[in-house]
């Protein structure tokens, strides 16, 4: 007989209360573990999404630190900053195997020796001083030259003060005529002359050296002491006598059949950032050719972009640019382009980074590669475009690696940063093929925008050197004044003489450009 049958009905009642009490016990202490349970799921659930947050961060900021000039945008001289990874080493698909430094057979630039008739001077040199046995060296016998040597040296440069009397005459008639002053004079009773001023706007726009250290650079090479204001009032007056040279430049710049276009960030205008606007800065815009540079001042938005040069271009008119979205809008109306494989390539070495298991980024670059060295083949040969063969079987790679790249890139839960621009580039390199390959048609189109980009890039250097433009009205003067300038170059003209024209009266302006045969 077990313990429970032998047990009273009274026992059992008292048997069964105490073990609901147990039971109500347990109950109350497992209700207690499912709120602390559910308190520390609700916790788990916020430190997860922590956690996320966190891992999304530092994804960026892995990614922004693995950003260099070979994968992005980002200016050579930036690479070394702290913290940044290193460019790696561009793999060619057909390495040349060429050296660093000057290239076998290439021209030199060493100092020549002169003919007779093109030395400035010659001065005789002879022995000075007394002979061992005590005779005077002057008094010694000539036994002709034995040596020679040329120096090219620059005279002493000092400031040379000119008093001009005109003077005014009586005709026989009874009419009075007064001479003119020189070139380039002011109307007050003195003032600095047409080369000290262009030297001093040279320093400026050329080689970016702030107002005060012009200054001082004057003072220490000349011996003038023109005042601040002085100097930077050149501005001013070098750009309005530049505007007519500026306007040819334009004009011509829309005659180009390809030109180079860029825009890049500018500290400009006072520091605090208008209404409305995050940065106080600018954009510098550049439409440009191998002959040619025009610069505009402003912002990124349409109304700047209306105001450039876009809608006064020729029909068949190419512009070679980096795929920003307001190239493609209507209000500048049927633009031919060549987007930049510069700015491609770059993007892909990302995607090398983003994507280290895939093939397709390193295959769709070398195959652009290979076009971009059939075309300049093909051009030193004088052809006026790349042979269809040719650009076929690079084509059919380029293909192929760009529906692997989509097919493998094809999902939208990769949130990594530069994910979404990986599938972006692949799906332009679908939709826009012959807008990346236009410079194949015709091998006059170049295919990238280096040319602009080595035009903008001064600016960014003017800005590491003078820091911020505060004078709107002014940074537009000196980048008038740097177009025209920039174009002088290009044309193998002294920039210092064009500046010393302009200040005298004499104006130079550019030559038409010709066409190619």
Same mark, same amino acid.
């Given at each position: ?19 609901? *009490?147990? %039971? ?14 559910? &308190?520390? *799921? ?8 922590? %956690? ?66 093109? &030395? ?16 005077? /060296? ?54 600095? $002359? ?34 601040? $204001? ?7 007056? *070098? ?7 500026? %306007? ?17 960030? #500018? ?8 209404? $409305? ?19 505009? /001042? ?12 876009? !809608? ?21 109306? *049927? #633009? ?45 040969? $004088?052809?006026?475009? /790349? ?7 690079? #084509? ?23 994910? !979404? ?21 015709? /091998? ?12 903008? !890039? ?48 004499? %104006?130079? #302006? ?8």
């Amino acid at each position: 007989m077990s313990e429970l049958e032998s047990m009273t009905r009274d026992e059992l009642v008292v048997l069964a209360r105490g073990q609901a *009490a147990r %039971f109500d016990e347990q109950a109350v202490v497992i209700a207690r573990r499912d709120a602390q349970i559910a &308190v520390m *799921a609700t916790q788990l659930a916020d430190l997860m999404d922590k %956690f996320e947050q966190q891992a999304q961060e530092l994804a960026r900021l892995q990614h922004l630190h693995s950003r260099n000039s070979s994968n992005s945008s980002m200016l050579p001289s930036k690479d070394d900053g702290p913290g940044n990874t290193p460019p790696r080493k561009e793999r060619r698909a057909k390495p040349g195997g060429r050296s660093r430094g000057k290239q076998k057979g290439a021209p030199g630039t060493a100092l020549r020796w002169h003919e007779d008739d093109a &030395v400035d001077d010659r001065l005789d040199r002879f022995p000075q001083g007394a002979c061992a046995c005590g005779a005077d /060296l002057s008094d010694a016998v000539d036994l002709g030259v034995v040596d020679r040597y040329q120096q090219h040296e620059i005279p002493l440069v000092t400031v040379t003060v000119t008093q001009y009397d005109q003077h005014a005459v009586a005709c026989s008639c009874g009419r009075t005529h007064t001479a003119e002053r020189p070139g380039g004079a002011g109307s007050g009773r003195c003032g600095y $002359g047409p080369s000290l001023r262009a030297f001093a706007v040279y320093l400026l726009v050329v080689h970016f050296v702030p107002v005060h250290r012009v200054r001082e650079i004057l003072t220490a090479l000349t011996g003038a002491e023109p005042s601040i $204001g002085f100097i930077h009032a050149l501005l001013a007056r *070098a750009a309005s006598l530049l505007a007519t040279c500026d %306007f040819v430049v334009r004009t011509l710049i829309t005659l180009a059949f390809p030109l180079c276009c860029d825009e890049t960030p #500018l500290k400009v205008g006072p520091a605090t950032p208008a209404e $409305g606007k995050v940065e106080a800065k600018g954009y510098l815009h550049v439409a440009c050719t191998e002959l040619y540079t025009h610069f505009q /001042l402003g912002d990124r938005f349409m109304k700047t972009f209306r105001q450039f040069v876009y !809608r006064d271009l020729e029909p068949d008119a190419v512009i070679v640019h980096d795929r920003y979205q307001n190239y493609d809008s209507t209000q500048l109306g *049927a #633009l031919n382009n060549q987007l930049c494989l510069a700015h491609v390539l770059r993007d892909l070495a990302g995607a090398v980074e983003l994507y280290p298991e895939h093939a397709w980024p390193t295959q769709i670059a070398d195959e652009l590669r290979e076009l971009i060295h059939r075309a300049n083949q093909a051009r030193g040969r $004088g052809e006026q475009a /790349l042979p269809a063969r040719i650009k076929q079987v690079a #084509l059919r790679g380029l293909r192929h690696a760009v529906r692997i790249g989509q097919a493998h890139t094809a999902t939208l839960e990769d949130i990594r940063p530069g994910a !979404r621009k990986a599938r972006l580039l692949l799906q332009a390199l679908r939709e826009r093929e012959d807008d990346f390959l236009r410079f194949t048609t015709d /091998l006059r189109i170049p295919p990238t925008s280096n040319q602009a980009e080595r035009d903008l !890039r001064p600016s960014k250097i003017q800005e590491k050197v003078s820091g911020r433009l505060p004078h709107l009205d002014r940074a537009k003067d000196r980048y008038l004044i740097r177009g025209v300038l920039s174009t002088a170059i290009k044309h193998a003209v002294n920039p210092v003489t064009v500046l010393r024209d302009a200040f005298t009266g004499m %104006f130079w #302006l550019p030559p038409a450009a010709t066409a190619p045969a």
